[in-house]
C-alpha cells in the first residue's frame, strides 16, 4: 500500500472532529487507515504550514502534527514541481502554487494524498483519496 500523505482540509476535519468529540469522515479514514501498519501517513512542510496557519495555539497544532511523518521541501521536490508546473502551463492550465508543491511530494514519494478536493489533486488520478463525502 502506498504512504498516504495527509493534506490540511484532512487535518483540519481530522482536528475539529477530536475537539468536539464526535467521529466524522476523517477519523473513519483514519482509523480503517491506522490499522494497515505498512501505510507510512505523511505531512508535508506545505500541509504543515497551511494547517498552523489556522491554529490559535501553535504548541497544540505542533503536538496535533507531531504523529505523522514529516517531508520537508528538498531539490527534487522543486525539480518535480517546476515540470508539474511547466506541463500545467503549456496546457493552458496552472496549479495553485501549494497544490503544484503537494502533488510535486506525492509524487516523490509514491504516495497517495489524502484531501477533499478532488480538483486539484487530478492530476494523481486514483492516487487521491478523498475521506469525505462533501
Known amino acids: 500500500m502506498p504512504p498516504a500523505l495527509l493534506d490540511s ?11 468536539s468529540g464526535r467521529a466524522g469522515s476523517a477519523m473513519q479514514w483514519l482509523r480503517r487507515n491506522r490499522a494497515l501498519p505498512d501505510r507510512p501517513l505523511l505531512v508535508s512542510s506545505i500541509t504543515v504550514a497551511e494547517f498552523l496557519e489556522g491554529c490559535d495555539d501553535e504548541a497544540h497544532g ?44 506525492a509524487e516523490c514519494s509514491h504516495a497517495s494524498m489524502v484531501g477533499r478536493d478532488r480538483k486539484a489533486f487530478a492530476h494523481l488520478g486514483n492516487r487521491y483519496e478523498r475521506f469525505a463525502d462533501q
Open 62 to 105: 505542533l503536538a496535533f502534527i507531531a504523529r505523522y511523518i514529516p517531508q520537508t521541501v528538498g531539490f527534487k521536490h522543486a525539480r518535480k514541481c517546476a515540470e508539474l508546473q511547466r506541463r500545467a502551463r503549456k496546457a493552458g492550465k496552472r496549479f495553485g502554487e501549494n497544490d503544484a508543491w503537494q502533488l510535486a511530494f
Open 9 to 19: 482540509s484532512f487535518l483540519i476535519d481530522l482536528e475539529r472532529e477530536i475537539d
